[in-house]
Structures are given as C-alpha cells and as structure tokens.
C-alpha cells in the first residue's frame, strides 16, 4: 500500500504540474497520508516569486466565494472575534468603575450606585489598615528580636573582654611570684677565700 501511495501521489502532483502548465489553470493539492504526513502542491502565482502560501489562500477564497460555501475557519474567527468583543466591554465597564473609584465622574450617579462605592472604598481602607497593622507588627517584632541579639552579643563580648583581663592579672602576678634569679655570695678577693 505504501509503494502504491508513492507512485500515485507521484502521478497525481505530475498531472497537477501538468494541468498548471499546459491549462494555465491555478491548481492547489494537499495530500495527507496513512502516517499523517502531509503532501501540498499549488500552482506558482501569476506575479513571479510570490509565496505559495498566499497562492494557496488565494484559491481557498475563490473557492469559498465561487461555492458559496462559508470559509473552514470563519467559525474559529467569530469566536475568537466575540471574546475579543466581550473583553473589550468588561475592560470598559471596569474603567468606567476605576474611574468612579477614584472619584470622578460621579455627579450623574444615582444614590445606590453611590452607597456601593463608599461601601467598596471602605472595605479597601480596612483591608489596607490591617495590612498596615500586620507590617506595623511584624516591623516591631524584627526590632525587638535585633535588640535582644545585639544584648546579647554584648555580654558574650564583655564577658569574653573580663576573661581576657583576667588571663592578664594571672600572668603578671605569676611574674612577681618567681624569682628569676637565684644569687650566691662570692668573695672578692680570692686569698681572702683561702685564709677562712
């Protein structure tokens, strides 16, 4: 089956060069076989050097405008087009709000649409006062933790600096205990020595 593929796609995309050639007719062939691989061939544009796929686009719309038939992608499109729609309204809506927020442009608003924004803007003020408060006390506890380790590092430091004169003090009162030399009397005159 495989080899009968080959040799008939081979055939079919000759008699399409063909008919391109000889007919001066615009052909387009897209071929999918078993594996999914794709085979496309379109007839060369009349301007020379012109993107096959342009060439391609060009035949599906005389196609679609000749049969009548709505394009295969026209139903992707208006979706796509319809949320793009819909998301521009909601961005608009919430830039009307943003605005009114802010508070501007609401002379022309009515009481209840009034009472929801004050509503709103108090909930804001006292989720950003808590928030506040939470920095506030986290803040306070950073500074109390840093005093405590500068306290102690303080008396690791005036500990250490006691130790250290201590160590002294041994040292030089070791120093006086010893004696450091030892003295023997000897006569001056050695005749002297002699006669006792």
């Not at 076989?33 to 301007?47: D, F, I, L, R, W």
Request: glycine share 4%; proline share 4%.
């Amino acid at each position: 089956r495989q080899v009968t593929y080959s040799k008939r796609r081979n055939g079919i995309i000759k008699k399409a060069k063909e008919i391109t050639v000889l007919c001066d007719a615009k052909v387009s062939l897209v071929i999918f076989g078993t594996s999914g691989k794709m085979v496309e061939y379109c007839s060369p544009s009349a301007t020379s050097g012109s993107d096959p796929c342009s060439s391609l686009l060009e035949i599906l719309d005389k196609y679609h405008k000749t049969s009548g038939k709505p394009k295969l992608w026209d139903a992707k499109h208006e979706h796509l087009s319809n949320e793009i729609d819909r998301i521009k309204k909601e961005n608009d809506i919430m830039q009307v709000e943003l605005r009114h927020l802010k508070g501007e442009d609401i002379t022309s608003l009515p009481h209840k649409e009034l009472m929801a924004i004050e509503e709103t803007l108090q909930h804001g003020v006292a989720c950003v006062r808590e928030r506040q408060m939470t920095l506030f006390d986290r803040k306070e506890n950073d500074g109390k933790m840093l005093m405590a380790e500068n306290n102690r590092l303080r008396e690791v430091l005036h500990r250490q600096e006691m130790e250290m004169e201590a160590r002294e003090m041994q040292e030089i009162n070791g120093y006086h205990h010893q004696m450091p030399f030892t003295f023997r009397v000897q006569p001056m005159q050695p005749n002297l020595h002699e006669r006792i």
